[in-house]
Each structure stands twice: as C-alpha cells, then as structure tokens.
C-alpha cells in the first residue's frame, strides 16, 4: 500500500480545483460550440472590413440597431460600464463589434454617430441583408421586422446577448443582460490579461 504525505492529498486537490476553475466563466462558456469570428462587412467609415481586420485585440460581437428604444443602449451601456471597470491596461485591448440587423436605416454615418456615445472602443458594423443574414446564421441569432406604422416606423426584435471572442477570434463566453457587471467585468479583465 503507498503511504502519501498528509500534505500532498490537500496539494494535489487545491492544483485539481485551481486548474478547473481557470476554465470557467462568470458568464456563459460558448468556447465548445460557438464559431471562430468570420464576416465580411462595412465599417462605421464605409470601409469593406473582415473580421481579420479586428484580429490583435479581444472582441465583443453585439447585433441590434440603431432605433431601438431600449434593449441596445442597455446593453451597450453595460458593456461600456464594464469596460470603464477593466484596468486601465488592458482596456485597450477590448473592442466591441455592434453589428445592424437594420441595414436599410443604418448606415455607416449613422451608426458612427451612435457608437460614439458608447466610447472608442465601439465600432459600428453593417452590409447588405445578405451579409447580415450569414453572420446572423453563424451565429444563431434570430431577428424581426415589425410592422411599419404610419410614418414608417417600425421595431426589430432581436437577441440580446453578445459573444466575447479572444485576440484570435476565437469564441469564449457569452454575456447576457441577466449577468451581473461585476462578472462581466471579471471575464473580460482575464480574456484580456490572457493574451
């Protein structure tokens, strides 16, 4: 029978425990499921981009629109709010990707006037419905138009989560509205210290 020191079970658990939680998340682990970061659209500036073009730093992928009344600046808001909390060190290495599933009235003028209010690490994303609908499909967000009202108005419903990518565009976790800004911002203070 082997004899282990009184000290090495204790030692053994706490390296156990210690390696098991370095792999979790606050919020939503997606790492097992979720698609590499993979678009082709236009930026805030007009610009054709790709998702190469966002690689080097770690990224948030938030899809809503400019005119809605509530959800998006919410959680835009949060997200800026988290951010703020990041150390200043590695708050430039977060941006966040908010990307239109209103093409038609979002464009690249407008959705730079909007992700200003947010902060620089906001960039504005949008295309054509058919580049909207493949980023949508990879990532497994529905949208809807309502219908227009008398002036033309109408709303789009759309999911609020968004999805935390590494500097190799690697799917990490999820955020919700539902989680607290203080494990937001424990998630995205390791994602960024991780490199």
């Not at 370095?22 to 790709?50: A, H, I, K």
């Not at 709010?81 to 209103?102: G, M, N």
Request: hydrophobic share 35%.
């Amino acid at each position: 029978m082997v004899m282990m020191h009184k000290w090495l079970l204790p030692l053994l658990g706490s390296l156990w425990l210690a390696g098991c939680s370095d792999n979790n998340w606050r919020t939503t682990d997606v790492s097992e499921f979720m698609p590499d970061l993979d678009f082709e659209l236009v930026d805030e500036n007009g610009r054709d981009v790709s998702a190469e073009d966002y690689l080097g730093k770690n990224t948030i992928l938030y899809f809503g629109y400019t005119h809605c009344p509530d959800v998006c600046p919410i959680t835009l808001a949060g997200l800026a709010t988290a951010i703020r909390k990041v150390d200043a060190e590695v708050r430039d290495d977060i941006q966040v990707l908010f990307v239109s599933v209103d093409p038609g009235r979002d464009t690249p003028d407008v959705m730079k006037r909007y992700t200003n209010y947010f902060g620089p690490q906001f960039i504005g994303l949008t295309g054509s419905t058919a580049q909207i609908d493949e980023l949508t499909n990879r990532y497994r967000i529905t949208y809807e138009y309502g219908d227009k009202d008398e002036e033309g108005n109408y709303d789009v419903s759309h999911s609020s989560a968004a999805f935390a990518f590494n500097k190799q565009g690697e799917a990490e976790f999820m955020i919700r509205d539902s989680d607290p800004t203080a494990n937001v911002v424990a998630d995205l203070s390791r994602l960024a210290k991780r490199g």
